[in-house]
């Protein structure tokens, strides 16, 4: 999301418009430090531990953390003869990390010659975010990616008439739903249980994770036309910062027909229109 993903202002399907023409390479890239204190942690020991990271944000890409070598644990790290090829950044070097029984190959990075024009990374490695156990920003365990700081979530009371349909079927219908904000994604409806039809509602036990958000549990849906698996989700322990939809459920706008105030919402494209 934000600033080089999806509909960010450098993303490549930017939603907005500038009072300027925008020229030269359409590819971004922003380099810049973090006041967080991030840890990574790989079967029990903290490979990183560093209060002076950098964030680098890339079109097309999530943003990544960057740790001065200094903060990094060298002895467990082993050269591997693995190279990658970035023709934004230059040649890339890689490490596995190695702890006690365990070991994550390929999974740390670093441009030791970055080509001209690409920002100053040499000196600091990344890791790939799926190969390590844990990631903390301070004391919080955080999921999936880094928080960048230009992504957004914001929880509001509305009283507006939602009306929600799976194959025709009123499934849902609240005077009350918490309408939530995500920067780059559609607005959502989370809307109380008692306030969607019990039979409708099948349990699932699938679960996803975000960092903004913390960690979803789903429902799916059963219409007169069948089972719709996943069809909506709901966190039961969210983060504090998104407290107020806790146990709320919400449906994905990309499936299903929404009703708002009157008005058919058309249905969103985005990354989860493919299920």
């Known amino acids: 999301m934000t600033l080089t993903i999806g509909t960010g202002p450098f993303g490549p399907q930017s939603a907005g418009s500038f009072n300027f023409t925008r020229e030269g390479p359409t590819h971004a890239l922003y380099w810049e430090p973090s006041d967080r204190r991030v840890r990574v942690v790989f079967n029990g020991e903290s490979v990183a531990d560093s209060r002076s990271v950098m964030l680098l944000h890339e079109t097309g890409h999530l943003p990544v953390y960057y740790f001065p070598l200094a903060d990094v644990r060298s002895d467990l790290l082993e050269a591997t003869d693995h190279s990658t090829h970035c023709p934004f950044k230059g040649d890339a070097r890689y490490w596995s ?24 990374i040499a000196g600091h490695v990344a890791f790939y975010w799926d190969r390590m156990d844990h990631w903390y920003e301070e004391d919080e365990e955080v999921f999936v990616h880094p928080r960048d700081p230009y992504h957004r979530v914001d929880v509001v009371p509305s009283s ?11 499934i849902a219908e ?8 995500e920067t780059g994604l559609p607005p959502r409806y989370y809307l109380p249980l008692d306030d969607v039809r019990d039979e409708v509602l099948v349990p699932s036990d699938s679960h996803t994770r975000c960092p903004y958000k913390g960690i979803a549990s789903y429902w799916s849906v059963k219409t007169s036309e069948g089972v719709h698996e996943d069809l909506g989700w709901y ?9 107020r939809i806790r146990g709320l459920v919400a449906f994905y706008n990309e499936h299903v027909d929404i009703t708002c105030d009157g008005e058919e919402l058309e249905r969103p494209v985005t990354r989860f229109s493919k299920r």
């Open 160 to 170: 507006r008439h939602v009306r929600i349909c799976v194959d025709g079927e009123l």
């Open 235 to 243: 966190y039961p322990g969210p983060i504090e910062e998104a407290g």
């Open 97 to 120: 990390v190695r702890v006690g029984d365990r070991v994550a190959t390929d999974a740390v990075w670093k441009y030791e010659e970055p080509i001209d024009g690409c920002p100053p």
């Open 174 to 181: 609240s005077d009350r739903p918490m309408m939530l904000f």
